[in-house]
């Protein structure tokens, strides 16, 4: 991979990686006897591995000659898919462990790093950020190519975008750890990462405007317009979430620049719309590109496509507050949320109507092939989760569901049935393509995974619903002398088997990702190869449709 | 009937599709209208919350954090406290009952960030201090199924062996004047020095907390040991400040929904 880059290329990528070696030395020295110090360390061996990684290659003389024009740039794609799949088996690894510890609070190391509310993030960030977001970087490249039947303008933007990604998330995780944390939930790690992650972010940008702009197509397929506004929304969320002073330039603590009222209504409309633009927009992306492409048929409805494009991007704009009913927020606030997350079913379901609608006259392909399967269950999970948060948002129904496992049941009815199995089954779809080989490794390995998944993710939302549900009617039960019935301990000790079953769910899900991981692996190895499939960008001349068109 | 019921929107649907056929030939036309759409719902329902007056209501008598309790707020967060805890009780019959008041946005107006919860695997904190004795916190935290068989919270052991860190003290407050708590000069400059007497009634340094924090400032070892100053220390005093910086949630009689 790295003797693909030219030579001034390569050196390019050494002075960066230097300088990030030499930013996380001026961290560890400056941040001493700080947490800050400590996340100086990873950075400096972060940086120091990837350098060490470059060096013997810096004299290797040029690449061979090849037409850039004339191929795809697919390594960056490779490397963020199998890095999404080591993400998935840690993230979800660390799920069943927090999972386990609510049933059995002791199984758990002495130190302080062990404890439910440092590893929580671990696993909330690691899935969404880890797995999710190296996912959708690994799939925007692709699909961003092939829709727009252009190569990436650079050979090296791509590889600062994954790479630099990654250097985030490592950050994250190890700081939530060491207890590095701003408390505002998927928005945890420090001034310094999000500054890191700023720059990140624009470079991805940058690269995907400039990609689209070599473009060989007129029109801009529907694919790209979810990742753009993936890229930008989520862009402007975390900038205005992340507004903080910092306690001193060497530390790693900082204060949020909003306070109580404002600052809750700030994080929810970033947290909400986290949910919206990072594991919603983008993941349409990569089913308006998949999911035809896999049944072989074009997409439904155009009109529809529209209709759920912008429809998303205004509506979930306003929903966020909906997690803040009866709350010390203004009335008002609360009820245009409200108003707005009902609304936004009709977006909702008008692309989870346009995918099922998609595979009218492919079901036989459903029925026999897991990779669409996949596809298929994680659009109707789409379409049954945003039924549910539409639900959870009227305010009545949300007095009993708020602070409940309600809650996490919803969240996991579309962290696992919609955004994992869409990532899966992408996966699944683009692996042997980019690889050239004639298919996964082992097709029984998918069909496994597919079942553990499905019933892992079946068992963990029903354990979660029924104890969410209990949870809530037990606080509000009175007795005949108009007191209350439980105490809220009544109400904990009630929800240990559930907190079991939620294990249980957790652990079939995990194992069915672990299959994943090594099926990817065995299949990058050992799978049979296939000649060429023609996959590069046509000669303009041709001019055929990179994806045939919808009605 | 369906269709001439549908015909209006149709023609406006119609027109919005000949539209974008053309804007998505144009990643700039894109990118401006994901960013002017996306705006709205954000402009029209967090900025008016920084200048409509009601957003949060005047209490007089609200008092800022010791440094020492700070300290303590910051060690919450670090613990991630605010995944199973939520500060934040709703206007609804059974919170109040169970709780006390409902929260009023005043008492959080010096919290950045704020810490009202997502999730309670464990009870509301809002009006936690003063519920519990010090002792009680300490050996709770120490081993909490020691004082609550059924408990599934985390031990914080070695909250009571930690010695609290103090010299950034004045940074912190010093930083969150930058963004709103009206903290003074002479309280920045004292930070670490009242954080240690605050846990120490005897000392010279205890009158100077509570001239500028004010008479009713808890002074005490919170963790029963007085030689040192622990996590724990910080940890408690914060505990037991939780829902008792205004009196003004206490003072409205509190409408509660069915």
């Known amino acids: 991979m790295i003797m693909k880059l030219t030579g001034a290329e390569r050196q390019t990528a050494l002075i960066l990686c230097i300088a990030v070696t030499l930013v996380g030395l001026v961290m560890a020295a400056a941040g001493q006897g700080d947490l800050m110090g400590m996340q100086g360390w990873v950075v400096l061996a972060y940086g120091g591995a990837l350098t060490l990684l470059l060096m013997p290659y810096i004299d290797a003389g040029e690449p061979a000659k090849e037409d850039r024009e004339a191929s795809y740039y697919d390594d960056p794609t490779k490397a963020g898919i199998i890095i999404a799949m080591f993400w998935a088996v840690i993230a979800m690894g660390m799920g069943v462990w927090v999972a386990a510890m609510l049933a059995w609070p002791e199984l758990r190391f002495d130190g302080a790093w062990s404890s439910f509310g440092r590893l929580r993030p671990v696993h909330t960030s690691g899935v969404i950020f880890g797995f999710g977001g190296n996912a959708l970087i690994a799939t925007s490249f692709h699909v961003m190519q092939r829709t727009s039947r252009a190569r990436m303008p650079s050979q090296l933007t791509p590889w600062f975008v994954l790479l630099g990604y990654n250097l985030f998330c490592i950050v994250a995780a190890s700081g939530y750890v060491m207890g590095v944390t701003q408390s505002k939930e998927y928005a945890e790690p420090e001034w310094y990462a999000d500054i890191w992650l700023v720059v990140v972010w624009v470079s991805y940008f940058a690269l995907y405007l400039r990609t689209l702009a070599r473009r060989k197509e007129p029109h801009i397929y529907v694919a790209n317009w979810y990742y753009l506004a993936f890229i930008l929304v989520v862009a402007m969320l975390h900038i205005v979430n992340n507004l903080a002073v910092p306690a001193s330039w060497t530390g790693a603590k900082s204060y949020s620049a909003f306070s109580g009222v404002q600052d809750a209504m700030t994080q929810w409309w970033y947290g909400h719309n986290a949910v919206a633009f990072f594991l919603t927009s983008g993941f349409l992306g990569m089913l308006y590109y998949f999911l035809p492409k896999r049944a072989e048929r074009p997409i439904y409805s155009y009109r529809l496509s529209i209709l759920s494009f912008w429809g998303i991007t205004f509506f979930y704009m306003w929903a966020g507050s909906h997690h803040l009913h009866y709350t010390a927020l203004p009335h008002w606030v609360q009820t245009l949320g409200m108003t707005f997350s009902i609304m936004l079913l009709v977006p909702s379901w008008a692309s989870a109507g346009n995918a099922l609608m998609t595979l009218n006259g492919a079901w036989h392909k459903v029925r026999d092939d897991a990779t669409l399967r996949f596809m298929m269950v994680a659009a109707v999970f789409y379409g049954l989760s945003t039924f549910e948060g539409s639900f959870m948002a009227i305010r009545p129904v949300n007095s009993l569901s708020h602070y409940t496992d309600w809650t996490i049941g919803h969240v996991h009815a579309g962290a696992m049935g919609w955004v994992a199995l869409i990532t899966f089954g992408s996966i699944y779809a683009v692996v042997p393509l980019l690889w050239q080989r004639k298919g996964m490794y082992s097709w029984k390995a998918v069909e496994w995974h597919f079942w553990l998944a499905l019933s892992g993710t079946v068992i963990y939302v029903f354990a979660m619903w029924n104890s969410g549900v209990i949870q809530g009617l037990m606080w509000r039960t009175y007795t005949e002398a108009g007191t209350l019935r439980y105490a809220f301990l009544d109400s904990m000790t009630a929800m240990h088997p559930y907190y079991v079953a939620r294990t249980i769910g957790g652990l079939l899900f995990l194992i069915g990702a672990c299959i994943g991981l090594w099926n990817v692996l065995m299949t990058v190895r050992h799978a049979p190869a296939q000649a060429t499939e023609r996959d590069h960008p046509s000669l303009p001349e041709t001019n055929e449709p990179a994806l045939p068109a919808a009605e | ?258």
């Open chain 2, 1 to 258: 009937m369906l269709d001439k019921l549908l015909k209006p929107f149709k023609r406006a649907f119609d027109f919005q599709a000949r539209t974008h056929y053309k804007t998505e030939r144009h990643s700039m036309a894109l990118t401006i209208g994901i960013i002017a759409v996306a705006s709205v719902g954000g402009m029209v329902e967090i900025a008016p919350l920084f200048t409509i007056d009601d957003t949060v209501e005047t209490a007089e008598d609200m008092r800022l954090y010791t440094p020492l309790e700070q300290a303590g707020r910051d060690i919450y967060i670090r613990e991630g406290c605010y995944a199973c805890h939520s500060q934040m009780i709703r206007t609804l019959r059974d919170e109040v009952e169970r709780y006390g008041p409902y929260s009023l946005a005043a008492e959080s107006q010096y919290d950045h960030p704020m810490l009202w919860g997502s999730k309670r695997t464990g009870p509301d904190l809002a009006r936690l201090g003063g519920k519990y004795s010090d002792d009680w916190q300490t050996r709770h935290l120490i081993d909490p199924r020691a004082v609550v068989p059924e408990s599934i919270m985390p031990s914080y052991a070695f909250l009571q062996t930690d010695v609290l860190e103090t010299a950034s003290l004045p940074d912190r407050l010093a930083a969150l004047r930058v963004v709103g708590v009206p903290y003074t000069d002479e309280q920045i400059a004292n930070a670490s020095a009242d954080a240690a007497a605050q846990t120490l009634p005897d000392s010279d340094g205890a009158g100077g907390v509570s001239e500028r924090y004010g008479e009713a400032t808890n002074i005490r070892a919170f963790d029963g040991n007085p030689g040192l100053v622990t996590e724990m220390d910080a940890l408690v005093a914060y505990l037991q400040i939780l829902g008792r910086l205004t009196d003004l949630p206490h003072q409205i009689e509190p409408e509660a929904e069915e």
